[in-house]
């Protein structure tokens, strides 16, 4: 694989997981919306899990992929990097599965996190770094399946953005 084509394969992993990535984001800026601020379960899943994240998250998967639809058909540099055609996808739909897969991949994580006594918010590296990839691809997977090499580098990307999106969250005081 040549570099160009190794850069055109990073950003077709990253633009597929744009919406996951929006999704798991959206929660922490909507802390600061006071609306369902109701925890899924606590004791099960940790304080923090709330509607209010699920909601926001799925929200915003959607926009995005909203977002994606309307950029595909403008631009065709977003076409050439696009392994889902956005001209045949209900964007509701994929949009949903991929906001919620990714919040219940997080949810499933939070939960066995909670059984293992981690204490909330602390490291459990790989799994803080790669569960909502895998909780969007299994949802999504009624719509659209990506190529096994996709999802080996849209996990590989996921851990490394994580990593870096850490670090930047704590430098300015979000985490």
Not at 20 to 39: E, G, H, M, Q, W
Not at 62 to 78: A, P
Not at 138 to 146: C, L, M, N, R, T
Not at 156 to 172: D, G, K, N, Q
Request: aromatic fraction near 18%; include cysteine; hydrophobic fraction near 55%.
């Amino acid at each position: 694989m040549s570099p160009g084509e190794l850069i055109e394969f990073l950003l077709e992993s990253i633009w597929f997981l744009l919406p996951s990535y929006v999704a798991t984001i959206i929660p922490v800026f909507a802390r600061k919306i006071n609306f369902l601020d109701i925890s899924i379960n606590d004791k099960i899943f940790g304080k923090n899990k709330t509607y209010r994240g699920f909601l926001f998250g799925i929200l915003f998967s959607i926009v995005t992929v909203y977002l994606q639809v309307f950029l595909y058909k403008k631009y065709l540099l977003i076409t050439a990097i696009s392994i889902v055609n956005y001209d045949k996808i209900d964007y509701l739909l994929f949009g949903f599965l991929m906001g919620f897969g990714a919040l219940f991949g997080d949810l499933v994580k939070s939960f066995f996190k909670r059984q293992l006594k981690i204490k909330e918010g602390a490291s459990w590296f790989p799994f803080d770094q790669f569960d909502f990839v895998i909780g969007s691809l299994i949802f999504v997977s009624v719509v659209f399946i990506p190529s096994l090499v996709h999802v080996i580098c849209m996990i590989t990307i996921s851990i490394i953005l994580h990593y870096i999106v850490v670090r930047i969250s704590y430098s300015v005081g979000l985490r």
